[in-house]
């Protein structure tokens, strides 16, 4: 079996130090340290320093921390089979108390990453349904003169379902603008409204749009059949497994996405944890050859209209 040259359909502008974040920052990732990823912060906050860094690799590897520069990150593209990776100018709205973004990435620090990138970086604009004006002329101007490729939208952050009032904009003019519109479904890891998440509210916005190409991201966990469900019977919804490891998906998603059932749908993504790891996992996941490839690279190819 010949290595495949895969494409990460989910990452962030801080997957690099060109685009400095502090995750203890924030309330919202702080709490994922001693909750549902605990296992991976045994200081029970991000690490700030490279000696916490250096003594605790064998639990982060390089999940969650910077490459030192795009030059770096794209090095160990080509040393991992790599060809594409998206990143996305994700808006992130801390729902609990400093009602801010904890996610703000501009358009114009994901376009630095994609002229640096020399075709290897494609660039995804972000969405503040609070601010629906400026995101829709930010949108506009991602694609028409960066040449972004599709729009990622966190509305669990935002405490809305993917059918709310505020949302029609955005599919609205991705629709007009012929590009995809990516969402999380599912659960959120942080301390935010899960059930805004549940993939079922899409099925309206599908009816509305049936010409718009969406991606739900994420999985759907715990939402697995309702997930299924959605990108299964409908043309142009796709889903990736983007933030899980997949050998722990669930074993109805697993069987999805290596059957004849559901494998033209479903992307991988790393979601800045799993650059090298999830990848390998995948090429030794037992089904067709065809299939690895459709999952790591041509269904993206297809989610994207880059297949020509």
């Not at 593209?77 to 994700?90: H, N, R, T």
């Not at 009032?165 to 012929?178: A, E, I, V």
């Not at 109805?252 to 800045?272: A, C, D, P, Y």
Request: charged share 25%; aromatic share 14%.
């Amino acid at each position: 079996m010949e290595d495949i040259k895969a494409i990460d359909i989910m990452n962030y502008p801080n997957q690099v130090k060109d685009v400095p974040y502090d995750f203890n920052e924030w309330e919202e990732w702080r709490k994922v340290c001693t909750t549902t990823f605990k296992p991976f912060f045994p200081l029970g906050r991000f690490p700030t320093t490279p000696e916490e860094l250096e003594q605790h690799k064998h639990i982060y590897g390089t999940a969650f921390y910077p490459y030192e520069s795009l030059e770096e990150f794209i090095k160990v593209m080509d040393k991992e089979g790599y060809d594409k990776v998206c990143i996305a100018a994700v808006k992130m709205w801390s729902y609990r108390r400093s009602f801010k973004l904890i996610f703000d990435f501009t358009i114009d620090q994901v376009n630095d990453l994609v002229k640096r990138g020399n075709g290897r970086i494609i660039g995804a604009a972000g969405y503040n349904p609070f601010r629906i004006k400026e995101s829709l002329d930010d949108i506009e101007k991602s694609v028409k003169e960066y040449g972004f490729k599709f729009v990622y939208l966190h509305n669990i952050s935002f405490g809305i379902p993917f059918n709310d009032r505020k949302l029609y904009p955005l599919y609205g003019l991705c629709s007009t603008l012929n590009i995809p519109v990516s969402v999380q479904a599912g659960h959120s890891a942080e301390a935010l409204p899960s059930w805004v998440g549940n993939p079922m509210s899409m099925d309206e916005v599908v009816m509305d749009f049936p010409d718009l190409k969406i991606n739900l991201s994420h999985t759907g966990y715990p939402w697995i059949e309702e997930w299924i469900d959605l990108v299964w019977k409908h043309e142009n919804v796709y889903g990736d497994i983007s933030a899980y490891m997949p050998n722990n998906l669930d074993p109805r998603l697993i069987e999805f996405m290596t059957s004849g059932k559901g494998n033209r749908k479903v992307m991988w993504g790393s979601n800045g944890i799993a650059l090298v790891h999830g990848k390998h996992q995948l090429m030794k996941m037992e089904m067709k050859d065809k299939y690895r490839e459709n999952i790591l690279r041509n269904n993206a190819l297809r989610f994207l209209g880059m297949e020509g």
